[in-house]
């Protein structure tokens, strides 16, 4: 069969445009499709990002990707007691998502790779045997046309609809969502921190994040158990939306309630594990399409990133030796699982054992813990911490027990 490109990149953000941009460079013959009109817009994220990815990459990321650069975090527990953490490793940014997608897609582009806007995938082309090696797209909702190629990543975000076609299992369950709404808020006058604010009342298995931006202003979102929008109860809490939620805390806010908003969106995070398998017979599945996002905060853009060079390294591979099988690609899978993957899994743990918190219990945990402790939890390193949170708090430990399985806690 003659085919148009190497590999089809259905999807331009971040974990497309750096698969793109690595394999590019290698040498492939790469097509990236975006259904948007225009690369990151509009845009429907917190805009957070630590620089840990962004450095391993050896990027240069422009002034105009970003509002500001942040030093760190303030948790705040329900009773109002806060935990800074800051130090070098907690530097980041808040991002202008609709120039750093639209960087990054750049960046593949001056690689040699090439960028269809406007162009949504509608239906996966098989061969005789099944097997993907195509994609039947439209342009603008006109002009159905065929594109070949013996490779399709799907990399296509939340909706991941062509990697279902593709037999990948990436059907989302309520529980292992968020759902989410935001406001970006002016005026908001911040200490350059990001700030996340925890509690039962506030957000139940979530958080309200305010991110800070340039010219005081904020992107200012909740996050909640996706059960509780249909209704249902999920830890000791039954039914809530998060906009309703999310007025609720802004007016109980001094700074917010007199402050604008200047957007309005609302969207879903994947929150759970990732899909059980990442490659094919001639596709693979990459960044939030593949649900490898971190449980704890539903952030995706690093991650996303990560795994972009990842598979295009391991895609580089199958190239030179013109092998696209499911064996060949595997290598990705297997990096995964045996590196990011378990750290991710961890953070799952952890998020199912913080969903079981009373308010009562979190201020005790906000209480006991030092911003010492928090890249202990955040790495899974649990058996200081939990200790700690027992001394104070014995019956907790039918709980946390969970997050040290293999011991006493020390
Ligand atoms: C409310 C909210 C707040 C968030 N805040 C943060 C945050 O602060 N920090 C953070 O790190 N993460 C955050 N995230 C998560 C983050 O946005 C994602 O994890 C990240 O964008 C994943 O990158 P990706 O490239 O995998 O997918 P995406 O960025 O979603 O890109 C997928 C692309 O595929 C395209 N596409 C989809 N289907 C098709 C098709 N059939 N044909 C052609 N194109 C298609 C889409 O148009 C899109 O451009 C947030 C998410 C939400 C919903």
Redesign the pocket.
Known sequence: MKYDHDVIV?????????FARVAAAGGMDVLI????KE??VPV??????GKGEIIKQDLDLPRQCYSIEVEGAKVVAPNGKSIVWKNEGTRGW??E?KFF?KWLCELAVEKGAKVHTY????EVLKDEKGKPNG?K?SHGGREAYDIHAPLIVS????????ARQMGFKTVHALYDVDT???YEMKPYDHENLIELYFGNKIAPRGYV?I?PKADRKA?V?I?IGGLLTNGEKLGGIKGAQPKTLLDAYIKNDKQLKEASTLLD??????VGAPIDEFVKDNCMI????AK???PI????????MET?VMAANVVLKAHAKKDYTKAMLYEYEKQWRTGLGKDMANRLLLRKVLEKFSDDDLNHIFNTLTDADLPNVMDGRFAGPVAKVLTGRPQLLGILSALVPSGKPK
């Open positions: 259905i999807g331009g953000g971040p974990a497309g445009s750096t499709i975006d259904k948007r690369i990151g429907r994220c917190g805009e957070g990002l808040v991002l998502r997608d162009t949504r995938a509608f994609v797209v990399a296509e975000g939340m909706e991941s609809m062509m989410c709404y935001e994040w991110f992107n979102g996050g969106f609302g969207g879903v995070i994947s990459i960044g939030t399409a490898q996002v971190d905060h539903g952030g995706g853009i690093g991650i996303a972009g």
